[in-house]
């Protein structure tokens, strides 16, 4: 193998230790050793509990660790980084499918294009199509990302990911009406099933309240976003919550709650909503966020729990990243009291080329 990259595991129990081809075992070290089990009868034995640490290395070069470490990039906004290392990495479709997100991240749309093409010829067309689809949301061309989506939900029907996908479209496009009668239709899952559709579930139920949250329906929208942020139980005695979630969605969930909060002057509710906010940002961008969709959420995050001027600043960063948030600005009730700041904010709603969806 040739460069590793370093990394530490604690072990209680070594009955036998496996380590992928990807790895390699550097060192063992024990740190203490002591009798276990001595007063079970008729053992075979003696047994000891070892403690210790086994120090392992990982070819970073290697498809899974690489699409590990990519991914870990991009979450970070390294797309720069991220693009470094598919360079040296072993291809694989994985790997492939994290380039095309890279070139998404980076604005860098023909290189995306022509992956998506690459994957097309490879068998790959729900996972090409969706990236397209992803390439046309972030260029706000939505009548060809409204055929792409399409043409995946031809593809795939059920597609767990093409649905999330579709309630996505329909946000973007402000479509909430039509979104809501699609959750109530779906029938791709069942949420008794298992945890990931269950999952699925609590997504549907965020979608849903941002959608109540844009038709001023805000009570019942408080009620699904608390549900889904950890605040209550639902229905079914079980809370439906997104637990530590992907960060730029938690961020929209409580922006849209605390937009909600606001409307029905709940002023206990608010207070407590953005002290949590604010302290999920400060921890998730400790921990080195700083992607794309991460920094976009934030910032209207900002504006809903009342930072105007950090708010207006981080909008000002994602729009100097060369794609400016999908979405109009000045219709999103989150971005209310920066759109009460006054010309300061001129510059940049001119730089939003976004026009209303048509599709």
């Not at 797309?79 to 072993?90: E, I, M, P, T």
């Not at 972030?138 to 939900?153: D, G, Q, V």
């Not at 079980?238 to 961020?251: I, K, M, N, S, W």
Request: charged residues 20%; negative net charge.
């Amino acid at each position: 193998m040739s460069c590793f990259r370093r990394a530490v595991a604690p072990f209680l129990l070594i009955p036998l230790l496996v380590v992928p081809a990807a790895a390699e075992v550097i060192r063992i070290q024990i740190t203490s050793r002591e009798p276990f089990a001595e007063d079970v009868p008729g053992k075979v034995g003696p047994y000891e509990r070892l403690r210790g640490r086994v120090v392992y290395a990982l070819d970073p070069e290697h498809p899974t660790v690489a699409e590990n470490f990519v991914n870990s990039l991009l979450l970070r906004g390294d797309s720069a980084q991220a693009r470094a290392v598919l360079a040296g990495a072993q291809q694989s479709m994985g790997l492939l499918k994290l380039a095309a997100m890279t070139a998404l991240e980076q604005g860098d749309w023909e290189r995306a294009s022509t992956i998506a093409e690459t994957l097309k010829s490879e068998g790959e067309e729900l996972a090409a199509h969706l990236i397209l689809w992803r390439l046309y949301t972030k260029r706000s061309k939505w009548s060809l990302a409204a055929h792409e989506l399409k043409i995946s939900e031809t593809i795939a029907p059920e597609s767990v990911d093409v649905y999330l996908t579709a309630l996505e479209h329909l946000a973007l496009t402000e479509k909430y009406g039509v979104l809501l009668a699609k959750i109530a239709n779906w029938s791709g899952v069942n949420p008794a099933k298992s945890a990931k559709e269950h999952k699925v579930s609590v997504i549907e139920q965020a979608w849903r309240g941002i959608a109540l949250a844009r038709g001023g329906r805000f009570e019942e929208a408080a009620t699904l976003l608390r549900n889904v942020l950890g605040d209550s139980v639902g229905a079914e005695g079980q809370a439906a919550t997104l637990d530590d979630g992907y960060p730029p969605f938690r961020l929209m969930i409580v922006g849209y709650l605390l937009t909600a909060l606001e409307s029905m002057d709940d002023q206990t509710g608010l207070e407590r909503w953005r002290t949590q906010g604010l302290q999920w940002l400060a921890e998730t961008t400790a921990s080195g966020w700083g992607s794309f969709d991460y920094r976009l959420q934030e910032a209207y995050f900002l504006s809903a729990a009342g930072h105007v001027e950090q708010s207006l600043a981080t909008f000002f960063e994602v729009a100097k990243l060369g794609v400016f948030p999908p979405g109009d600005l000045q219709s999103d009730p989150r971005a209310a009291n920066i759109l009460m700041a006054g010309s300061s904010l001129h510059e940049l709603i001119a730089g939003d080329q976004k026009t209303t969806p048509a599709s």
